[in-house]
């Protein structure tokens, strides 16, 4: 993992912000400058991955595991343009919306979709979705870690996050805490969910109040997963297994021994599975 000396925390005035909180947790804002070490010599967690907690905790550690050299890479890169890196969706003419909607139509269509092609799929529909919408990625300075994530979409008092699922329903809870976050650490008082069927015309479209002791919970339960300070809970039923991108083809026990790997072990696969 990425590792480089850096000046206390209390000395690096001008490249984080002012403390806010989180709940009973002091967070920073990472705003770039000239005393940036640019290699952030904390681990990161990141909003979307830890979001994957709700479908498995195994997959979500590995995930962040495996995500630990883009995160420094992304945050170092933010650390040059005052720590915000800013994007805005394309706007699409209807032309340019047909050929998306019949490219998704058809991969559904193909039938066993492994992750790369479903994530494919959920950016296509979020291209559809997002039209036009900005947004920008941050990344935030905690005692323990750095926390890094880019919400799908962002005004002034709203941030949203978009999903698309064969079940929207399961889908919703997982995006909502991953909305949530991002409305605490961006201090905005709304996160609005929108989650679509692949395969149905179910929308789940949803604006809830920022909850910060629901951020400070998740954000402390992934680090302590990450850490090793506390153990995950396996899948709660065997089906996600075999979704699973780092299952029993790419080392993960639990498949086939039902034994939780150690951070060791999902170091391992991780490293394995980039």
């Given at each position: 993992m990425p590792k480089g000396k850096r000046s206390s925390p209390r000395s690096r005035k001008s490249d984080v912000s002012p403390p806010f909180f989180i709940g009973g947790l002091a967070v920073q804002q990472c705003v770039g400058g000239p005393s940036v070490d640019p290699f952030h010599p904390k681990s990161f967690i990141g909003i979307s991955d830890l979001a994957e907690l709700t479908f498995c905790e195994i997959q979500s550690t590995i995930s962040q595991f495996a995500a630990q050299q883009g995160c420094h890479e992304n945050a170092a890169l933010d650390d040059m343009s005052g720590g915000v890196h800013e994007f805005k969706h394309d706007t699409r003419r209807a032309g340019g919306r047909t050929k998306i909607e019949e490219t998704a139509a058809k991969l559904i269509e193909s039938g066993n979709l492994d992750w790369e092609t479903r994530r494919y799929i959920g950016r296509l529909l979020e291209s559809l979705e997002l039209q036009g919408v900005s947004s920008e990625r941050r990344h935030f300075e905690l005692d323990d870690f750095f926390v890094i994530g880019c919400p799908?979409?962002?005004?002034?008092?709203?941030?949203?996050?978009?999903?698309s699922s064969r079940?929207?329903?399961l889908k919703f809870r997982a995006k909502q805490i991953q909305g949530n976050l991002y409305a605490a650490l961006w201090a905005k008082p709304l996160a609005r969910i929108i989650v679509v069927g692949t395969e149905s015309n179910?929308?789940?479209d949803k604006s809830t109040p920022a909850d910060a002791t629901g951020a400070e919970r998740w954000l402390r339960h992934a680090w302590a997963l990450f850490s090793g300070?506390?153990?995950?809970?396996p899948p709660d039923y065997a089906g996600k297994c075999k979704r699973c991108r780092f299952n029993i083809l790419n080392g993960c026990p639990f498949p086939r021994e039902k034994r939780v790997p150690s951070v060791a072990e999902m170091t391992t696969i991780a490293s394995t599975s980039i």
């Open positions: 799908d979409g962002m005004s002034e008092d709203v941030v949203t996050e978009f999903g079940y929207p329903r179910e929308r789940l300070a506390r153990v995950p809970r």
